[in-house]
């Protein structure tokens, strides 16, 4: 069964570092999305594509955030310079179009010291 | 915007017993509404989603069932078993970008 696939499982780093995340959703899927999932917490969209454009990013936080979906495949979130409160689980997700189910992938747990 | 809310917050069931998980939202333009099952270090997982056209839909042991009038909606789990046992999200979305928002969660104990 085709799954969403996203790198690394577990990320630590230091507050002020850099730190990036992969996401390559399943095949076909058009929509990939992105997703901030504080302990305790629904995830919350942080940035949606449509093929390689950017559909939604109201709620990502710009002045040290991005996001890019170049080819309109596979993705990379960004964070720089990371603080504390960016410790959370960072999800992707995909589906065939926007008005589809949308499938998760395990996520990236990251944790800032 | 839209706003999702859950409750209980945590549902302790014993085996073989009945679930029920109740979702409020707030924007009528609401048309689609997913369940996820979340396991421990693991991304949510879609166990059954139910569009606004209908008011009721079944998958086994699960069924999610919709009052748009009220603006709520239910997952129902029956003959519960301890695999069961995880944080189940509801979420909702106007279908418009197919942004989806998210209640908080509630955490499913069944016990053996």
Same mark, same amino acid.
């Given at each position: 069964e085709a799954e969403v696939a996203q790198s690394p499982r577990y990320k630590i780093t230091e507050k002020s570092q850099a730190v990036a995340f992969w996401c390559d959703p399943i095949s076909g899927h058009a929509t990939l999305y992105w997703y901030r999932q504080i302990l305790g917490q629904g995830p919350e969209l942080l940035v949606q594509f449509q093929d390689e454009s950017v559909v939604d990013d109201s709620q990502l936080p710009k002045d040290r955030f991005s996001a890019e979906r170049l080819k309109g495949v596979d993705s990379t979130l960004k964070i720089q310079p990371a603080e504390l409160g960016d410790s959370a689980m960072y999800l992707c997700a995909s589906s065939p179009g926007p008005e589809y189910e949308q499938f998760f992938g395990p996520g990236t747990r990251l944790t800032v010291l | 915007g839209e706003n999702v809310e859950q409750h209980p917050s945590t549902l302790s069931v014993q085996e073989g017993d009945s679930a029920v998980i109740k979702c409020t939202y707030s924007d =009528?333009? =609401?048309?689609?509404f997913p369940w996820y099952k979340q396991e421990l270090g693991k991304g949510p997982q879609l166990i059954i989603d139910i569009r606004s056209n209908v008011g009721e839909k079944k998958d086994?042991?699960?069924?999610?069932?919709?009052?748009?009038?009220a603006k709520h909606f239910s997952l129902h789990i029956t003959e519960t078993q301890p695999e069961d046992s995880a944080v189940y999200f509801c979420a909702a979305s106007t279908g418009a970008n197919s942004k989806l928002t998210f209640g908080k969660g509630i955490t499913l104990s069944v016990r053996p």
């Open positions: - | =009528s333009a =609401s048309n689609y086994q042991r699960i069924a999610v069932t919709l009052n748009k009038t």
